[in-house]
């Protein structure tokens, strides 16, 4: 490749400035970043969060034709890999993209050049995943659709900016850097370059990095912290940062997620502020048929009903001595979270699968009409088989259920599961293309379902409040915890259940 040394006359310059609108006409400029940083977290994508893994778009990008849009809009497109107007890389770092917008866009540029618009995005099917507890690792991509301009990008550290290259009269003739062809230039950097870059404005790396976020636990114990004896204070607000209630909600969902097998499972959560949300649901099926050439083509409407989700309450109270408030280390309200998000998520689980008739409540998978009934299974005794469980899985495949799918069940039947022999006393293999199995303390029955159809309405007013004046006879202090959520089943028929036994 050419030399890129300074006295080299054909060295590409990168550089990031402060420009004026008439430089940006006269000049040319082209938007570039990272759609998505490999290793950064996600903020809360309904319940979850997640993080891409090194090299997750290295097999996407050679044969994709892939489109900028602003904000995933189709109608609004910027650049395409097809016709050379967008270029991308699959770098160390993460998935870099470069961009030359239209020149009827100089709204976008300035916005860029501003600081208004700095975030990005991308839309893509995945690959190959790994979750830990309400982490999940994307380790492929199997289908790169766009990347987008985002005023609200899903990754913190996915960031955009505008970068200069520099008019030369000698080379101008000469075409644009393709990044896929550049190496890092921060490798072998002299002092007087990295001042001379500087100058310049921050790269997409400095502006990443340039504030400390603290979380939302560490504010929370400032919070917990600073209440003093005689006062009650929701732990929304802190005298660092406020915690919005939206926030603080998203925050217990992602702890409630490492302990409740339903969440882990990959069920749909709808965050709302509403008391109530209204869900359509089809009640009868369309039905096309074959006409001809001029023929009346019979109307034929679908039947909807409507489910209607109330989030009820679920509420936890500590009561606990000052002296533990005050001076505990770790902090106690680290020891809190851990152990009543754990317990709120054993009630979240027996509630989502068996539920029950009593208001207020969730009635629960069990209890639900139109689902359908399986075998049976053992549960503590040595009768045990595959059968009704694979049985299950056909089920749901013969009522269209959408796939993937989810098992779910007591720890012991699993157990005596695994621990199958053949007469000759090797273990038996698990049936091949069973689903994901997710194991329950809370569960009697074994449950085989869709996830996409069950449908957990979420709250977000969820608060925590401390009250250190009511005991104060006893100098102690008390927590309050409380979320709200009720759950839907659109299609129960996309649930089989199939019973323990004794």
């Known amino acids: ?51 891409i893994a090194p090299g997750a778009f290295a097999g996407v990008l050679a044969d994709s034709d892939v489109r900028c849009l602003l904000n995933h809009d189709p109608n609004v497109v910027l650049g395409r890999t097809k016709s050379g107007t967008m270029r991308l890389a699959d770098d ?82 000469e075409p644009q850097e393709n990044i896929m062809d550049t190496e890092n230039r921060n490798e072998g950097t002299t002092p007087e370059q990295a001042e001379e870059r500087a100058e310049g404005g921050l790269s997409v790396e400095d502006r990443a990095a340039v504030t400390e976020v603290r ?48 969440l882990q499972s990959g069920i749909r959560v709808i965050p709302t502020d509403r008391e109530s949300i209204q869900w359509p649901k089809l009640s ?46 770790p902090p106690v309200v680290q020891v809190l979270n851990d152990h009543v998000s754990t317990m709120l998520g054993l009630k979240l689980d027996a509630a989502i699968y068996t539920g029950g008739t009593a208001v207020p409540g969730i009635t629960g998978m069990k209890n639900t009409a139109g689902i359908q009934t399986g075998g049976t299974v053992s549960v503590g005794g040595t009768a045990v088989s595959w059968e009704p469980i694979v049985e299950a899985v056909g089920m749901l495949r013969e009522a269209n259920a959408p796939e993937p799918y989810a098992i779910a069940g007591p720890p012991l039947v699993f157990k005596q599961l695994s621990m199958l022999t053949t007469t000759t006393g090797e273990q038996l293999p698990t049936p091949a293309g069973l689903p994901p199995i997710h194991q329950s303390t809370q569960l009697d029955d074994v449950y085989v379902y869709s996830p996409s159809e069950v449908v957990l309405v979420r709250r977000q007013d969820a608060t925590v409040e401390l009250d250190r004046s009511r005991l104060f006879h006893t100098d102690s202090s008390e927590v309050r915890g409380k979320v709200r959520a009720d759950v839907l089943f659109p299609n129960p028929a996309a649930i089989v259940r199939v019973a323990g036994t004794a």
């Open 1 to 51: 490749m050419p030399d890129e040394t300074p006295e080299h006359p054909n060295a590409p310059e990168q550089r990031t400035i402060d420009v004026d609108v008439k430089q940006l006409d006269t000049r040319g400029r082209t938007v570039h970043g990272y759609a998505a940083v490999y290793g950064a977290t996600s903020g809360d994508l309904g319940g979850f969060r997640e993080q």
């Open 92 to 173: 160390e770092r993460g998935l870099r993209f470069e961009v030359d917008l239209p020149e009827s866009r100089s709204d976008l540029r300035e916005a860029v050049a501003r600081g208004d618009l700095d975030g990005a995005s991308f839309r893509f099917q995945v690959g190959e995943e790994q979750w830990d507890g309400d982490l999940r690792t994307v380790k492929t991509v199997k289908a790169l659709h766009d990347v987008t301009l985002a005023t609200y990008p899903a990754y913190p550290a996915a960031s955009i900016e505008l970068r200069t290259r520099p008019e030369n009269p000698t080379t101008a003739a």
């Open 215 to 262: 979380t939302i636990e560490e504010r929370l114990v400032d919070s917990f912290q600073s209440v003093k004896v005689g006062e009650v204070r929701a732990l929304n607000t802190t005298d660092d940062a406020a915690i919005a209630p939206a926030e603080l909600s998203s925050f217990l969902f992602q702890k409630l997620r490492a302990s409740s097998v339903a």
């Open 284 to 329: 009868t099926d369309v039905s096309p048929d074959f006409y001809s050439e001029g023929g009346t083509i019979t109307a034929g409407d679908p039947g909807f009903e409507t489910l209607t989700a109330e989030p009820a309450k679920i509420a936890h109270r500590v009561e606990l001595s000052n002296e533990i408030v005050d001076d505990s280390e």
